[in-house]
């Protein structure tokens, strides 16, 4: 296919293949521009309903028109039957790549993330759901611009004829539970991989792992990822509540409407800065030093892990003369973490609603904040070694010694 000539298209060179088709690198001699154009593979075009589904992909797509989604020209066929589609071409990588490049910063992969829930945003409002949401199916362009590509299973709401009863479409380890079951899907399906992708971007690793698609597919319909915050430090609970919301099993559960994600995204963002605000203070004594954290936890989220009993003293720090109010209070702890057994190593706020405590990992220590009256904790970057954490009395700041 190299240099050969299709109507007006110079093909230059391939740059990728995919199961519903190849994409070549090509050279628009009419409007002289760089263009993508994607064949359906030849094996597949003797079957009428998969170049069905590839046609009505590209009139699907070409009516979108967003900043955030691979712009279609135009659908074609050639004389030996080879139908195609040409699309803009853009200069940069795939998240898939970004992903296996380098950790993505949390700031990054925030802001990656809103792009394409603006994106889908734009398709969901037309009545096309995506299908096939994936890291290879995402461009970031050098101008640091997302790009949603291959619209190859979008399907207009209510155009059920275009796909199988059962049919099982696009990546395994970005399907959502409905669609691995072969029940219909909505626009929700999306949004699930949004939460797959986002939890990819943050820990590197897929939340529903396995050596082979059907250990895949038990882990997503049967088990709960591992937290977030449990391996990676300095991930703000909130945002770990927003891509396990997305992740639901239940779709009822999820976000309803993908357009609220970059709301919540951006309320996010915004106020990142009020996470964990690290300030120093003079030594108290010349075997200790004292730092203190500004507490912001807007809300928390589900942990799935070891169940442990906390059993701890109000106000340990300051000594009174009858006997101390004790709480039994329930935590749960991520995986592989393990409580500091020093009494001193759990303090709970005056009013009773945030608890702090010390818990070890890998012979690594650090403070972890929770809110009572919520779930998920939250771990306090910058305090590995502290011990003896206790709070303000206004409950706004903790103190530990290190």
Same mark, same amino acid.
């Given at each position: 296919?190299? !240099?050969?000539?299709?109507?007006?298209?110079?093909?230059?060179?391939?740059?990728?293949?995919?199961?519903?088709?190849?994409?070549?690198? &090509?050279?628009?001699?009419?409007?002289?521009?760089?263009? =993508?154009?994607?064949?359906?593979?030849?094996?597949?075009?003797?079957?009428?309903?998969?170049?069905?589904?590839?046609?009505?992909?590209?009139? &699907?797509?070409?009516?979108?028109?967003?900043? !955030?989604?691979?712009?279609?020209?135009?659908?074609?066929?050639?004389?030996?039957?080879?139908?195609?589609?040409?699309?803009?071409?853009?200069?940069?990588?795939?998240?898939?790549?970004?992903?296996?490049?380098?950790?993505?910063?949390?700031?990054?992969?925030?802001?990656?993330?809103?792009?394409?829930?603006?994106?889908?945003?734009? @398709?969901?409002?037309?009545?096309?759901?995506?299908?096939?949401?994936?890291? &290879?199916?995402?461009?970031?362009?050098?101008?640091?611009?997302?790009?949603?590509?291959?619209?190859?299973?979008?399907?207009?709401?209510?155009?059920?004829?275009?796909?199988?009863?059962?049919?099982?479409?696009?990546?395994?380890?970005?399907?959502?539970?409905?669609?691995?079951?072969?029940?219909?899907?909505?626009?929700?399906?999306?949004?699930? &991989?949004?939460?797959?992708?986002?939890?990819?971007?943050?820990?590197?690793?897929?939340?529903?792992?396995?050596?082979?698609?059907? =250990?895949?597919?038990?882990?997503?319909?049967?088990?709960?990822?591992?937290? +977030?915050?449990?391996?990676?430090?300095?991930?703000?609970?909130?945002?770990?509540?927003?891509?396990?919301?997305?992740?639901?099993?239940?779709?009822?559960?999820?976000?309803?409407?993908?357009?609220?994600?970059?709301?919540?995204?951006?309320?996010?963002?915004?106020?990142?800065?009020?996470?964990?605000?690290?300030?120093?203070?003079?030594?108290?004594?010349?075997?200790?030093?004292?730092?203190?954290?500004?507490?912001?936890?807007?809300?928390?989220?589900?942990?799935?892990?070891?169940?442990?009993?906390?059993?701890?003293?109000?106000?340990?720090?300051?000594?009174?003369?009858?006997?101390?109010? +004790?709480?039994?209070?329930?935590?749960?702890?991520?995986?592989?973490?393990?409580?500091?057994?020093?009494?001193? #190593?759990?303090?709970? #706020?005056?009013?009773?609603?945030?608890?702090?405590?010390?818990?070890?990992?890998?012979?690594?220590?650090?403070?972890?904040?929770?809110?009572?009256?919520?779930?998920?904790?939250?771990?306090?970057?910058?305090?590995?070694? @502290?011990?003896?954490?206790?709070?303000?009395?206004?409950?706004?700041?903790?103190?530990?010694?290190?």
């Amino acid at each position: 296919m190299i !240099n050969k000539v299709i109507f007006h298209f110079k093909i230059l060179e391939k740059l990728g293949e995919g199961g519903m088709g190849v994409v070549y690198k &090509a050279h628009d001699t009419k409007l002289n521009r760089t263009v =993508a154009l994607k064949f359906l593979p030849p094996e597949l075009t003797r079957d009428p309903e998969a170049k069905e589904r590839f046609i009505h992909e590209a009139r &699907a797509a070409s009516a979108l028109r967003h900043n !955030n989604i691979c712009t279609i020209h135009e659908v074609d066929e050639t004389e030996e039957g080879h139908v195609f589609i040409c699309m803009d071409h853009y200069e940069g990588m795939t998240l898939k790549e970004k992903i296996n490049e380098r950790p993505l910063k949390l700031e990054e992969a925030i802001d990656i993330s809103i792009q394409i829930s603006k994106g889908l945003a734009e @398709a969901h409002q037309a009545g096309i759901i995506h299908r096939d949401i994936k890291p &290879a199916n995402i461009i970031i362009t050098k101008k640091n611009e997302v790009k949603i590509l291959d619209f190859g299973l979008a399907k207009l709401t209510g155009q059920t004829k275009l796909t199988k009863v059962g049919s099982t479409l696009g990546t395994a380890a970005y399907m959502s539970p409905e669609q691995l079951k072969g029940n219909p899907v909505d626009h929700r399906t999306d949004l699930w &991989a949004l939460g797959v992708m986002m939890y990819e971007m943050l820990t590197g690793q897929l939340p529903f792992k396995g050596d082979y698609e059907q =250990a895949i597919t038990y882990a997503i319909l049967n088990e709960e990822p591992e937290p +977030i915050t449990a391996l990676r430090t300095g991930i703000p609970v909130a945002l770990e509540g927003i891509v396990f919301k997305l992740m639901a099993k239940d779709p009822k559960q999820r976000y309803q409407h993908v357009d609220e994600v970059p709301v919540d995204l951006t309320v996010l963002k915004n106020n990142s800065e009020k996470y964990s605000k690290v300030k120093k203070t003079t030594k108290s004594s010349s075997r200790s030093k004292m730092v203190t954290w500004q507490i912001w936890v807007p809300w928390g989220v589900a942990f799935i892990s070891v169940l442990l009993i906390i059993i701890f003293q109000i106000e340990r720090k300051t000594p009174t003369d009858g006997p101390k109010q +004790i709480i039994r209070y329930e935590k749960n702890l991520p995986e592989g973490f393990q409580l500091d057994s020093d009494g001193g #190593s759990v303090a709970i #706020s005056r009013d009773g609603s945030k608890i702090v405590y010390v818990a070890q990992k890998e012979n690594t220590s650090r403070l972890y904040l929770h809110n009572l009256d919520e779930y998920g904790t939250q771990p306090l970057v910058g305090t590995e070694g @502290a011990s003896q954490p206790f709070f303000s009395p206004d409950g706004n700041w903790i103190g530990f010694y290190a």
